[in-house]
């Protein structure tokens, strides 16, 4: 059974930074696809940044180009998303997403499996 647990989450002023880690299990993250999303209230979920981990490439959101960096540990079979400079706009539940098969995209539904969501909150 794949799990996907975030942690990570909070509150921070405006141009903090936090770090979200999600921890896979059920599911080895060596050759696949994982992506962060997020979902303000009233909004549709949105794909911030998805790692293909077979070739290690990355796709970002323009709004968080330059920002936000998501990396992975295979060892640990955990993914990451380091947020900097953290903005208002920021502010929505953050989930962690898995995905079979080939291909890599921010696409939420290309994703089969997802965490249960970490909340952040940027105050101005």
């Known amino acids: 059974q794949v799990q996907l647990v975030e942690s990570g989450g909070g509150s921070v002023q405006a141009g903090g930074s936090l770090r979200l880690s999600c921890a896979a299990s059920?599911?080895?993250?060596?050759?696949?696809?994982l992506g962060w999303f997020r979902q303000a209230p009233g909004k549709e979920r949105e794909g911030v940044a998805r790692?293909?981990?077979?070739?290690?490439?990355?796709e970002y959101a323009d709004s968080v180009k330059g920002r936000f960096t998501i990396s992975r540990d295979n060892a640990k079979n955990m993914v990451y998303l380091q947020m900097s400079s953290l903005k208002p706009e920021d502010t929505a539940m953050y989930y962690c997403?898995?995905?079979?098969?080939?291909?890599?995209?921010?696409?939420?539904?290309?994703?089969?499996?997802w965490g249960q969501g970490t909340q952040v909150t940027v105050s101005s």
């Open positions: 997403a898995a995905r079979e098969g080939v291909g890599c995209t921010l696409r939420p539904t290309w994703f089969a499996y």
């Open positions: 059920g599911y080895t993250i060596t050759t696949k696809c």
């Open positions: 790692i293909y981990s077979r070739y290690g490439t990355t």
